[in-house]
């Protein structure tokens, strides 16, 4: 499933996903990993007991730590993003926050990308409140970012199509600058997800994903994923608890994640959700390609509207990063945002939709709109939704499998009005 999909002799990333559950023998033949739903586990003796706890054999020690279930749907993510190995949590927050609170120590810099996901910045906040270090650059330039690096930068977090205004990341140099370091690159690919793009392609140690949007799709069940990508180098790497150093340096930064991020903050993903994000997986590559036409033909439609005054959308040749996206990505993602001419009521547009919904999901598929400074990036206020580039009018839209012809018309009538 790695290179997007282009080994010769290896199974497709969709047929991987349907069939991966059958490398180890279910129960009466079932194609479908079943619910693992108990929370402790017995041993044979206490050697076994011993080993399990200890990381010396594969097992499980105790529900919170991980099951079954989620254990299937961590090797297909691994598979979807061609590493080495995944831990899930309760949501995409929770990942990323084990990421930040795990692999971090007092004195140590992580620098972000001004461009991310509201929560993801609001969480940055609380880190700094308590002391951290939390620098911001423009991560659609190398430069910028390079210019904001310290000596104890550890960490650089960026998103590869930033949500809502879809600013591409400057992802191969940025890659190729944390390598020349030492620092931890982390992508967040929740926006691209692996059909689109692997970030382990432009040097990522780490990637995540909020499984809660394109990967489960069907915005019934939150869940959140860390794959490790295997190009770390974690025995350099400082923050690396002794504890853990006996492991194989390819698995000690996940073995950490794991216990310090999952084990002792306990945001676990349960064997339900699990499921339901296994089955939206199967048909990932599916939905992405139609969603993506979908956004395609949408934000061309707007584009040329008489209302609406912009349109941020990384597969129109007027976006900043166009030339960028079409190297890096299958496509161009599913979500675009735009602002509606001075003098239109962006309510009363929004309030004349049909088939789309009103909502702060994305990755759905229905198609979802929501109007961005009201409430998504509200709480931030509006100095740094300014930075962020964010518009007051800013209306976000995440495009889904409907019929074009549907989504082109309830926009039109919705403008019309
Ligand atoms: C939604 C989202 C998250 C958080 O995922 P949850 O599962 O909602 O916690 C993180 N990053 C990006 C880019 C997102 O869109």
Redesign the pocket.
Known sequence: MSDHDSVPGTPGFTTSILHSDRGAPIEHGALHKPLHLSVAYGYRDVDELAAVFQNRKQGYAYGRQGNPTTAALEAKVTAMEGGVGTVCFT??????AAVLLALTREGDHVLSSHY??G??NSLLGTLAERGADVGFADATSVDAVRAALTPRTRIVFV?TI??PRTQVADLERIGALCRERGILYVV?N??TSPWLFQPRTVGAGLV?N????YIGGHGNA???AVTDTGLFDWPAYPNIAPNYRSQKPAQQGLVQLRKKGLRDFGATLSAESAHHLAMGAETLALRMDRQCANALALARALDVHPKVAAVHYPGLTSHAEHARARSLFRHYGALFSFELAAGVDTSAVLNRLQFVALSS???DNRTLAIPVAQTIFYEMGAARRAEMGIAESLVRVSVGIEDERDLVADFAQALAG
């Open positions: 949501s995409g927050m929770a990942a990323i991310v996901f929560n993801t998103e930033a949500n967040d929740t926006m995540v909020a499984l809660t949007k939150l869940g959140g999901n994305l990755g």
